[in-house]
């Protein structure tokens, strides 16, 4: 099929939270803008656990703090993080750290220079996309194209040409705006096409948090009677056989664990019971489990992109900045 044009303020390339926020930023000043999303799943692993307190003042000023607020685990539900040899023997520490509902309250009582409009929410992504992707589908100068990927971006003139094609392949069009925005992630295809370099340290090598990482989104209702400690949010294990952190997702029964694949281990090798039995080492005992998604991630990055802007094309997110713990 032919190229087809079509002509908007602003192509934003990524819907993740970057992406969408900034979709939301612009429709509220009524900017037409195409969001590009070339998965056509809903569907997302478990990532980055946290939004801190500026993000959430952003979410507080766009008039949707108190919904992000409500994701993810309940209101009464301790964000302590926890250190044990294994989650079901010995606690070694911890630091107690404030429901969602208890921080409404703190924010409120704060003063002088630790004040605050809002203060951080553990939440998984995952969630906090579903309000941000409600938020901007509401918004009529907002078009979220799903399944749908740049191919080029490239500035002419005063105005940005995008190709872009359905994720199948069957259809490619010609999108021309007044700007674009790479919000696609560490990988950012965007970057590559502008020529820019992260610059910063990477491919750091540690016993754990330094290289290729194994992550697993779980189901198991028994795990928090299997644990004779208080809940947390953060369950950190150290102990001679593996290392691993333990995220508690709803409060209920879903969870993400990540460990560290040995050298030379490829985590497509893995079965699944060998996977699940990660997560008996670090947790003491054998239990029920049901794996929902696994996934590998290399950690020990510190990294930023030499410039974030070229002419009528920008970068934001992780497309720019890749700071792994």
């Not at 490829?266 to 008996?280: E, G, K, V």
């Amino acid at each position: 099929m032919g190229v087809r044009q079509r002509g908007c303020a602003v192509v934003i390339v990524g819907a993740g939270p970057c992406g969408l926020t900034l979709a939301i930023e612009l429709g509220r000043w009524r900017i037409p803008v195409i969001v590009l999303e070339e998965k056509t799943s809903r569907t997302r692993f478990p990532a980055a656990n946290a939004t801190q307190a500026r993000t959430m003042e952003h979410y507080r000023r766009l008039g949707f703090a108190e919904e992000i607020r409500a994701q993810g685990l309940p209101s009464d539900y301790p964000t302590d993080i926890a250190y044990f040899d294994r989650y079901a023997r010995h606690e070694l520490a911890r630091f107690r750290l404030p429901s969602a509902g208890t921080a409404r309250e703190i924010v409120r009582t704060l003063s002088g220079s630790w004040s605050a409009a809002e203060l951080p929410h553990r939440c998984s992504q995952m969630y906090v996309e579903r309000v941000l992707r409600t938020h901007a589908e509401a918004m009529d100068t907002v078009a979220i194209w799903e399944g749908w990927r740049a191919i080029s971006v490239r500035q002419v003139g005063e105005a940005v040409e995008v190709e872009v094609e359905r994720s199948d392949g069957n259809d490619n069009r010609m999108l021309r705006a007044s700007y674009a925005v790479g919000a696609d992630g560490g990988g950012s295809r965007t970057r590559k096409a502008l020529g820019c370099e992260l610059v910063g340290e990477s491919g750091v090598v540690r016993d754990f948090m330094g290289g290729r990482m194994f992550a697993m989104h779980l189901r198991s209702p028994a795990l928090y009677r299997a644990i004779p400690h208080a809940p947390a949010w953060q369950y950190w294990a150290v102990n001679r056989e593996r290392r691993a952190v333990l995220i508690a997702l709803n409060g209920r029964d879903e969870f993400v664990l990540h460990t560290q694949l040995a050298p030379g281990q490829q985590a497509d090798l893995l079965s699944d019971a060998d996977a699940i039995s990660m997560l008996h080492t670090v947790h003491g005992a054998n239990l029920d489990v049901e794996l929902i998604a696994r996934s590998a991630w290399n950690a020990g990055y510190t990294l930023v992109a030499e410039k974030f802007q070229h002419g009528r094309i920008l970068l934001a997110g992780d497309a720019v900045h890749l700071f792994t713990p």
